[in-house]
T-cell receptor
């Protein structure tokens, strides 16, 4: 089963614009992670935010987490054509012993030059 | 540092045939994962190993899928017999150890087409 649900499913913007993707999840989490996947490639980790954090930055990426609403957002500022990819949120379970990482369905971002 | 290695990258088989995928994780990573990614969807966890023991295989279709990690290093995922709906990318990932809740490192994936 998939825990996270990204919104929107697809997003098309112009180079230089900001891109915002949202993720909602259902259960208690240890942390939430965002990954990028270029077409035909594996997933690459972008950023991790722990359940006791509210905001985190890494370069042009900004992630927020609202555990009361069970939601997160990923902001990519000043987008580039090279940012074109699918973006997935993934949640680490806080309960149980297997620390499962569960992915959402992803947002396909297209950045037009 | 070498990344997660997977082979083959592409495989085309007919339904009811068998196929095997191989994964070599990053050196020193105790936890290994196999995910199935159907076109247009997010990865779905099939099985998770800690060293050579299975931690979670609740979503592995055990009537046709099997996986092993005999020496706690590389791993093999087998499908026998394959069905049309098994067409997907099979992603292998690794992380330092089970209780490390950080990032996963993914391989490039093995794309399976079942005709």
């Amino acid at each position: 089963s998939q825990q996270g649900e990204e919104d929107p499913q697809a997003l098309s913007i112009q180079e230089g614009e900001n891109a915002t993707m949202n993720c909602s999840y259902k259960t208690s989490i240890n942390n939430l992670q965002w990954y990028r996947q270029n077409s035909g490639r594996g997933l690459v980790h972008l950023i991790l935010i722990r359940s006791n954090e509210r905001e985190k930055h890494s370069g042009r990426l900004r992630v927020t987490l609202d555990t009361s609403k069970k939601s997160s957002s990923l902001l990519i500022t000043a987008s580039r054509a090279a940012d074109t990819a699918s973006y997935f949120c993934a949640t680490r379970d806080s309960g149980g012993s297997n620390y499962k990482l569960t992915f959402g369905k992803g947002t396909l971002l297209t950045v037009n030059p | 540092e070498a990344g997660v290695a997977q082979s083959p990258r592409y495989k085309i088989i007919e339904k009811r045939q068998s196929v095997a995928f191989w994964c070599n994780p990053i050196s020193g990573h105790a936890t290994l994962y196999w995910y199935q990614q159907i076109l247009g969807q997010g990865p779905k966890l099939l099985i998770q190993f800690q060293n050579n023991g299975v931690v979670d295989d609740s979503q592995l279709p055990k009537d046709r899928f099997s996986a092993e990690r005999l020496k706690g290093v590389d791993s093999t995922l087998k499908i026998q017999p394959a069905k049309l709906e098994d067409s997907a990318v099979y992603l292998c990932a690794s992380s330092l150890y089970l209780q490390n809740t950080g990032e996963l490192f993914f391989g490039e994936g093995s794309r399976l087409t079942v005709l």
